[in-house]
T-cell receptor
């Protein structure tokens, strides 16, 4: 059974540019969440999508956005990149919503902003 | 009030020993407390989870102890092995939103 696939694995962007990260959830998983991981702030929730609808959103500026497609694949976009956006971006998927459904995380996309 | 405080930041244990990681929270509205294990270059993986109506949950060598009155919970790894060397995160979640609020992580090193 394939896991959560995130592409690309590594990315280097220049300040001011925008970036799109992709996440393919486990087959059958309809919920996709995104987290940012940095040494300073740890793991922070960005947003969750379920059946193409944003269900929850974290405390990030509007430069961070996401969407989910009908096949449950998800993308997140960061516009006007700042040096502080350098982080490991993790996608997690699960079958449904609620605590009975545990998250499976991908290996992440490491974004470096220079 | 949404924070989860985790300690210690790092932990060194000898093979066969017991590893103990502690977490504390303030918000009594949290109702789900999972622990995640993360190896370098990988995403976190769910290890074990507990709800506040249970004081202890055991799965193999991993046990969560939960103290509702003290608003604390801990992970115990019995018979620690070098393969357990990883970063461990506690987390908490509210009933009406499944977003996870993570602790700052504990880097565990188990030496033979």
């Amino acid at each position: 059974k394939a896991g959560v696939t995130q592409t690309p694995r590594y990315l280097i962007k220049t300040r001011g540019q925008q970036v799109t990260l992709s996440c393919s959830p486990i087959s059958g998983h309809r919920s996709v969440s995104w987290y940012q991981q940095t040494p300073g702030q740890g793991l922070q929730f960005l947003f969750e999508y379920f059946s193409e609808t944003q269900r929850n959103k974290g405390n990030f500026p509007g430069r961070f956005s996401g969407r989910q497609f009908s096949n449950s694949r998800s993308e997140m976009n960061v516009s006007t990149l700042e040096l502080g956006d350098s982080a490991l971006y993790l996608c997690a998927s699960r079958t449904g919503t609620g605590h009975n459904y545990g998250y499976t995380f991908g290996s992440g996309t490491r974004l470096t902003v220079v | 009030q949404q924070q989860v405080k985790q300690s210690p930041q790092s932990l060194i244990v000898q093979k066969g020993g017991i590893s103990i990681i502690n977490c504390a929270y303030e918000n009594t509205a949290f109702d789900y407390f999972p622990w995640y294990q993360q190896f370098p270059g990988k995403g976190p993986a769910l290890l074990i989870a507990i709800r506040p109506d249970v004081s202890e949950k055991k799965e193999g060598r991993f046990t969560i102890s939960f103290n509702k009155s003290a608003k604390q919970f801990s992970l115990h790894i019995m018979d620690s092995q070098p393969g357990d060397s990883a970063t461990y995160f506690c987390a908490a979640s509210f009933r009406d939103t499944d977003k996870l609020i993570f602790g700052t992580g504990t880097r565990l090193q188990v030496f033979p």
